[in-house]
């Protein structure tokens, strides 16, 4: 096997396993992780919105038809990227390797940035009271931020004084995992180019 | 068949797949939520658990390792609410106290239950009659430390800085 399909078979390999799998590639955790008071779980696949472990939020049907034919979308996408890599001796086997593992997860990184960024920023500006209340929140929901909230006493009590409340933000382990099958798919597309390419140059017999 | 023709054909089943991927799921869902307010409208079925506690009571005594803050807490919600951990500092906003805290056992009550808060108070500075007095007398006093909250099932830990008057927290419900 070519070093090319090699790489693109692991990459499809790992995209299909995090597919079927299931599971949130970004997650907002408030409170102990193992036992969170507030959770939040995004992928491209599912949303979960959890208070004190139970769900407060349900996705309408829209939603959820949009993440299960995302879902079918990437299995069928890993699906031929890995008949693509094993069907070596096939002359349309090229067409089945594409780069939807790195489309997909760079998509949903550029998505939950803007959105951690803009919306606690527009939900501030719209109702000042949460500014006042939460300080940090824009820093906070950012992913890979300082850990924690700061809810300001005054607003709620009239004493002054703050809480500084345990707060995670940051893609799990299945967003990276996804984000290495795309980082293969690239460095295969790359290989295949490049094999292509010295085809070429050769001169003909 | 020729190459050609088998590219064209895998390029063909592709779009079907995708095409099929796509509007399959929502059809079933569209079908299955019956009117199109129906399938746009998010279900939000907001369960707000309801954290509501007292302190009923608060008395200073003299123990073995120190003395003892008991708070008498009651849980008027439907949550479980407890303090797992607990340890910081405390003095009076005039100077005339200093000392740390720390929690003597962790508490959690159910909801409708009282139960005792007892936190061990070890004076760094002044005595605790001065504290007893300053306390009826209402006047504030600054806590700061970290605590672990139980609420329900979850945990909660933290740290805290605030101006604190008993008085006026035994009169606030709420959390």
């Known amino acids: 096997m070519k070093a090319f399909r090699a790489i693109y078979l692991v990459g499809g390999l790992l995209f299909l396993a995090v597919a079927l799998l299931g599971g949130a590639w970004w997650e907002l955790a408030l409170g102990?992780?193992?036992k969170p008071v507030l959770y939040v779980g995004l992928s491209p696949f599912n949303f979960e919105a959890k208070l004190l472990g139970s769900q407060i939020v349900e996705a309408p049907p829209v939603l959820n038809a949009l993440f299960l034919a995302l879902r079918a979308l990437t299995v069928l996408g890993a699906s031929t990227i890995v008949a693509g890599a094993l069907l070596e001796g096939k002359p349309w086997s090229k067409k089945l390797l594409n780069l939807r593992p790195l489309t997909m997860s760079i998509g949903f990184a550029i998505l939950v940035a803007a959105a951690t960024m803009l919306l606690p920023r527009?939900?501030?500006?719209a109702f000042p009271q949460l500014a006042?209340?939460?300080?940090?929140?824009?820093?906070?929901?950012?992913?890979?931020?300082?850990?924690?909230?700061?809810?300001n006493l005054y607003p709620l009590t009239r004493a002054d004084g703050y809480l500084d409340l345990a707060f995670r933000s940051q893609f799990t382990p299945s967003f990276w995992?996804?984000?290495l099958s795309g980082a293969l798919c690239l460095a295969g597309w790359i290989l295949s180019k490049r094999g292509a390419c010295k085809t070429l140059e050769e001169p003909n017999p | 068949m020729s190459t050609l023709e088998g590219v064209k054909l895998v390029a063909l089943f592709l779009r079907i797949a995708t095409a099929a991927a796509v509007i399959a799921p929502f059809a079933v869902y569209y079908?299955?939520?019956g009117s199109l307010t129906g399938f746009l409208a998010p279900k939000t079925e907001i369960r707000m658990p309801n954290l509501r506690f007292g302190i009923v009571s608060h008395d200073v005594s003299e123990g073995d390792s120190g003395y003892v803050l008991e708070l008498k807490l009651s849980n008027s919600g439907d949550v479980a609410f407890g303090i797992r951990e607990l340890e910081g500092e405390v003095s009076l906003a005039n100077g005339g106290f200093k000392g740390r805290f720390s929690l003597e056992?962790?508490?959690v009550l159910v909801p409708g239950r009282e139960g005792s808060l007892r936190v061990v108070l070890l004076p760094e500075q002044g005595d605790t009659q001065t504290l007893a007095d300053a306390l009826s007398r209402g006047e504030a006093l600054n806590v700061s430390g970290r605590a672990t909250l139980v609420l329900g099932e979850a945990e909660l830990p933290l740290s805290f800085a605030t101006e604190l008057k008993l008085s006026e927290v035994g009169k606030r419900e709420g959390f």
């Open chain 1, 122 to 125: 527009y939900a501030c500006s």
């Open chain 2, 105 to 107: 056992s962790p508490i």
């Open chain 1, 32 to 34: 102990e992780p193992a």
């Open chain 2, 31 to 33: 079908a299955a939520s």
């Open chain 1, 132 to 151: 006042q209340l939460a300080p940090n929140l824009p820093e906070a929901l950012a992913p890979f931020s300082s850990g924690h909230l700061r809810i």
């Open chain 1, 177 to 179: 995992v996804a984000l």
